[in-house]
């Protein structure tokens, strides 16, 4: 929120709290109050002409960038005022108006954004100067409210700490260890599909449930070496609970827009004795509590027995670095930023998967020369990850389908971007699915689902795309996603896992493709499918 809001709202409340007093209990003259009000009433007017009219028209030093031309004090350069997918016109504005690697693009109540366009800007803003720029504000609120954490790692300098010690849990050779553990686990998944395919064979199954189900469990074994076993226990558990905490933030955009303008944590801080008292609350003391006890298991098990597993709460406990709330954080973390977009990815894969037969059968044959149903090898890792057309898959689905297709950033402190002068505070946003489905890098089928771009000598690492910022789904530089392994291991395991056994078909075909109303990439109902069972 800006600034002067933040001073602004909280005298204007305590001005009309005295002239309630004193006009209704007090009865006394209510004149200096009113005159405070007038004043107050008046610098908001001020305010708002030089922030609203005055500097996005004189004083920006982005007056000279290309901007939209259609424009509304209002709605800025959007269509509506809440756009169900904000990042689908930044996408038609990007394609349509020329510019040099940055656009100015007013959102609401002219609020500017700086939008990033060109692989040289991103790469000066993620490997050149990756700490000028943070998240906004309303993240780092939304990761405290769902996680109840104090996050060091959004310092700088906690933040290479938290890089520097947790490295080895998400390296490649690491991640491919966890992966016995997660083949196990969409084994049981796989077996629950059938039956359910079985007992009510009128029905299609809800894939998204599943992969929900295997996600928790999975994501339960990598990060505390502990079972949720929501597989086999689906109500009632951590993720009933924390699918209730993310719910908070999936709510509707005018929360989000009302969010950026006036800033309710001082409110929340106050309410936040009644607000542990409600069922949010409750949520948020179960899972931490959960999460405190499964970090104490693994610094109990390092103490007596000095050895480190392979889950990454043991990798940090034995790093001695994190003291044990620091630990719950982090796990908090990896519960908020896996599950949900690991478990979005495998509902792409399969919801494409089973629009094609012929890319189901060609996966299938792939994955069937490779591995076997009772396969508990240590290498099904490396053996998965040896698959080219599965891995090809995969990377086309994280290029087709951001988590995050328009990622927010802001401005540390005074900066600069391709030589432009950027204040502190700046908003901008990262085109994630524009830059991804971009023709320029990817050719003129980049909108097309095509995991053949991924196939064949250097294809295989950067899909035919002249270089590794062209796909930004993980982010780039020292801020990309410490988790990047760990999801397409796991992607590819489950994928292959349900390929292998199943031929799917999707029976919501119509609608399994509409997206929710999010700044996240995610289908509104998730697909749908019938299970034809394909031999053992
Ligand atoms: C398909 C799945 C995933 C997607 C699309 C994804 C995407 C992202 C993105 C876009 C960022 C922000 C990068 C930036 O600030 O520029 C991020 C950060 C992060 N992700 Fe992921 N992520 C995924 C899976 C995971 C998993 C499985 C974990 C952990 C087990 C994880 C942990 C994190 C963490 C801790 C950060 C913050 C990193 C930092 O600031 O240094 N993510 N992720």
């Avoid at 405290?144 to 959004?154: D, K």
């Avoid at 499964?294 to 406990?317: F, M, P, R």
């Amino acid at each position: 929120m800006p600034a002067f809001l933040e001073v602004w709202l909280p005298l204007a409340a305590c001005t009309l709290i005295a002239l309630f007093y004193k006009s209704l209990v007090d009865r006394g003259s209510v004149g200096p109050i009113l005159t405070l009000l007038a004043l107050e009433l008046g610098s908001l007017l001020l305010w708002a002409l030089y922030w609203m009219v005055l500097y996005p028209a004189y004083l920006t030093p982005f007056r000279h960038l290309p901007t939209p031309p259609k424009r509304s004090w209002l709605r800025g350069n959007r269509t509506k005022l809440l756009p169900d997918n904000p990042w689908v016109e930044v996408r038609e504005v990007m394609e349509t108006l020329p510019n040099n690697g940055l656009i100015r693009f007013y959102e609401a109540f002219s609020r500017e954004v700086l939008v990033i366009t060109s692989i040289d800007a991103i790469k000066e803003m993620n490997s050149v100067k990756p700490y000028d720029f943070g998240h906004p504000k309303q993240v780092k609120y939304m990761l405290g409210r769902i996680t109840s954490s104090n996050f060091n790692f959004l310092s700088e300098h906690g933040h290479k700490m938290f890089r520097k010690h947790l490295r080895p849990a998400f390296t490649v050779q690491h991640t491919r260890k966890l992966v016995p553990a997660v083949w196990d686990k969409a084994q049981e998944m796989i077996q629950l599909m059938e039956r359910e395919s079985r007992n009510t064979p009128d029905s299609p199954v809800d894939l998204r449930d599943y992969i929900r189900r295997v996600m928790w469990d999975t994501s339960g074994l990598a990060m505390f070496g502990h079972d949720f076993q929501t597989l086999g226990h689906p109500e009632g558990g951590i993720r009933d609970r924390f699918a209730l905490l993310l719910s908070e933030f999936s709510g509707p955009a005018w929360v989000r827009l009302i969010m950026y303008f006036v800033d309710l944590r001082p409110l929340l801080t106050l309410l936040s004795p009644l607000a542990m008292k409600t069922s949010l609350g409750r949520a948020l003391t179960y899972v931490r509590g959960a999460v405190g006890s499964v970090v104490a298991d693994n610094e109990q098990k390092y103490k007596s027995a000095g050895k480190q597993d392979l889950n990454i709460t043991s990798v940090s406990v034995a790093s001695g670095i994190f003291p044990h709330n620091e630990l719950i954080d982090n796990g908090m973390l990896f519960l908020t930023a896996g599950p949900n977009s690991t478990g979005t990815a495998i509902e792409w894969a399969l919801y494409e998967l089973s629009k094609r037969p012929e890319m189901q059968e060609r996966l299938r044959a792939e994955v069937r020369a490779c591995l076997d149903v009772a396969d508990k090898a240590d290498d099904i890792g490396q053996k998965l990850a040896s698959l080219p057309y599965l891995n090809a898959i995969c990377s086309e689905v994280i290029r087709c389908y951001p988590f995050v297709p328009l990622s927010p950033k802001v401005t540390e402190k005074d900066t600069t971007l391709l030589g432009v002068p950027v204040p502190k505070d700046t908003a901008l946003a990262v085109p994630v699915e524009a830059l991804n489905r971009d023709p320029k890098l990817w050719g003129p089928d980049a909108d097309v689902f095509n995991p053949d771009r991924w196939m064949g000598g250097d294809n295989a690492l950067n899909g035919g795309a002249p270089n590794n910022f062209a796909m930004l789904s993980f982010g780039a530089g020292p801020n990309i996603c410490i988790g990047q392994n760990q999801a397409r291991a796991f992607l590819a395991c489950v994928v292959a896992a349900v390929v292998r056994r199943f031929d799917m078909q999707l029976a919501n075909a119509e609608t399994a493709g509409r997206l929710r109303v999010a700044p996240f990439k995610k289908s509104e109902e998730g697909p749908m499918a019938w299970l034809k069972i394909v031999g053992l």
